[in-house]
Antibody, heavy 119, light 111 residues
Framework: EVQLVQSGAEVKKPGESLKISCEGS????????LAWVRQMPGKGLEWMGI????????RYSPSFQGQVTISADKSIRTAYLQWSSLKSSDTGIYYC????????????WGQGTRLTVSS | QSVLTQPPSVSGAPGQRVTISCTGS?????????VHWYQQLPGTAPKLLIY???NRPSGVPDRFSGSKSGTSASLAITGLQAEDEADYYC???????????FGGGSKLTVL
């Protein structure tokens, strides 16, 4: 069974750094892609970027380029999304999702990590 | 403003048929890239409903179907049921952005 298990909810202050994780199991972690998707409170889905854990090839949406860093450690089947300096506008739910490639859809989703950034 | 345009809301009575449109441009749907549809029930993660514009993953009822023509795609739901009440999102690849894009989402209300 394919599973994507994300790290737990976070409450942070503006300016703090953060790294959230997504551990994949039940499929070939190094030959599929992992995407990150943001959902701000009461809003729709936004595609942030995607990584190929096999060689760490990473693509970012122009809206998120330079705002976040996507990485992966294939030895522990885990992908990461990190911020160096959080803003209140980063508040939302972040999902990781498995894709065969960038053209064929997001087949399996993690449960989401809720992030609250508030002073 | 989303790259893919969906109606914010649609509604229908139980048993009826509803359609949700997804309008793109020549750099995404019109360029021949497939459209995928997701269902997000309240408080849960999205779930893949239609892939490759017209295909259903295993376990998705055949009441759900997808189509694509030109720069647009549609999701049709027949035999509407109360449990279909959810948000629905379309998604495709955009060559000018070199990445994936979502529609703004459509909230389906079962009357």
């Amino acid at each position: 069974e394919v599973q994507l298990v994300q790290s737990g909810a976070e409450v942070k202050k503006p300016g703090e750094s953060l790294k959230i994780s997504c551990e994949g199991s039940g499929y070939s972690f190094t030959t599929d892609w992992l995407a990150w998707v943001r959902q701000m409170p009461g809003k729709g889905l936004e595609w942030m970027g995607i990584i190929y854990p096999g060689d760490s090839d990473t693509r970012y949406s122009p809206s998120f380029q330079g705002q976040v860093t996507i990485s992966a450690d294939k030895s522990i089947r885990t992908a990461y999304l990190q911020w160096s300096s959080l803003k209140s506008s980063d508040t939302g739910i972040y999902y990781c999702a498995r894709a065969y490639d960038m053209l064929t859809g997001l087949w399996h989703w993690g449960q989401g990590t809720r992030l609250t950034v508030s002073s | 403003q989303s790259v893919l345009t969906q109606p914010p809301s649609v509604s229908g009575a139980p048993g009826q048929r509803v359609t949700i449109s997804c309008t793109g441009s020549s750099s995404n749907i019109g360029a021949g890239y497939d459209v995928h549809w997701y269902q997000q029930l309240p408080g849960t993660a999205p779930k893949l409903l239609i892939y490759g514009s017209i295909n259903r993953p295993s376990g998705v009822p055949d009441r759900f179907s997808g189509s694509k023509s030109g720069t647009s795609a549609s999701l049709a739901i027949t035999g509407l049921q109360a449990e279909d009440e959810a948000d629905y999102y379309c998604q495709s690849y955009d060559s000018s952005l070199s990445g994936c894009v979502f529609g703004g989402g459509s909230k389906l209300t079962v009357l």
